[in-house]
């Protein structure tokens, strides 16, 4: 007879699994947010749900599904390299608003790192919890090394950048609009350091100005706070 | 083309990576490859046809890269249920907020050159 357990398994524990669902749950949201254009259909929150769902399903944990995604992980490494790229393109403008851009991302990097801190010990989180989330608007992956060096665990910081960087990329682009932020480098540049990768890749479907912003400030907001935040915790503690 | 542009971004993380251990323990390799990438590009003036290409085709994936990181949600689950409201609104309320903030910041920088400029020009 067939043996129907025995290819469910092969299929579910395929060194492949984690790629192909995580590929065919980004087409179905690709294909989901390109025919309603609704915005918050963000891609990375609704293939996110949907490898949720497919993973409880079939009772995978995520240390498998990690390991079975690494072909599509080990490429962040290069892809943020590859923001050198639309940085350098757009240089001359970037040099152009020189000042408005150091003001901004000195003021406004103190403001995004300190205020979330802050709103979390005043509603009562918890020491560990309040490290996680100080690196909460910088890349994924300083964020996790700065929470390890200052006390904070660096799975939960990473959990705590995505949903900053899912919320700021969906509610990001309307509300800067409402408020009159017309110019597209304050837009790009709002969205890159407070929202990170997620809202440097939202900030590119705005056009290459924006996202160009958005990658300078990703970068600088990120080198700044893993060099910044580990010396004023050692100085506030 | 593709694969010598994604040559030349693998090599540029991997020099990163080494430079990470050696010296800058604070920065993970990936940042020091993309200062690195962009001196280098700084310094030849153009981008290279080859990098270009990669460059574009890894950016344009980008949403996709972060899947596999975001699905950890699912892991932490119940601590974040613990703090929920403490942890969710203040996750929430300091992006907006900040977002918003440096948006308008930037803004009113922007327009304040672009009068000295005009004043400038008169």
New interface residues.
Partial sequence: MFDVAGAWQALIHHPLF?VGV??G??QLALAAYEKTRWFFL????V??LA??GV??ACGLS?EE??VS?QA??I???????????????N?KRIRQ?F???L??LL??GV??TG??VL??W?????HM?LMS?AP??V????AM?VAD?IGGIA??A???V???G???AI??PE??RR?????P???G???G???H??G??RA?QEGEECGAFAALAM?LM??GT??AL?LVVALFS | MLLRGLTWLVVFQLLGTVLNVLFLHMLPGPIIGLVLLLVYLIWQGEVAESISVASSSLLRYLPLLLVPAAVGVMVYAKAIAADFWAVGGSLVLSVLLSMLFAGWLMQKLIDRQQRKRGEADV
């Fill in positions: 984690g995580t590929l749950a980004y963000q891609p990375v929150l293939s996110m490898v949720i993973l409880v995520y599904y990690k995604a599509l992980t490429f962040l490494g290069p892809a943020t390299v590859a923001l050198a790229v639309p940085l350098f393109l240089l608003l000042w408005p851009t003001l901004t003021v406004g403001v995004a205020m979330g709103l979390a005043w509603f009562g989180a918890d919890m989330m909460k608007s890349t994924s992956p300083i090394l060096q799975a939960l990473a959990v705590f995505l949903i900053t899912v919320i700021g509610l990001g509300l800067l408020i009159g932020v017309r110019h480098a304050a837009q540049l709002a969205m350091m407070t929202a990768a997620v440097t890749s590119l970068s990120g080198v893993a060099v580990p």
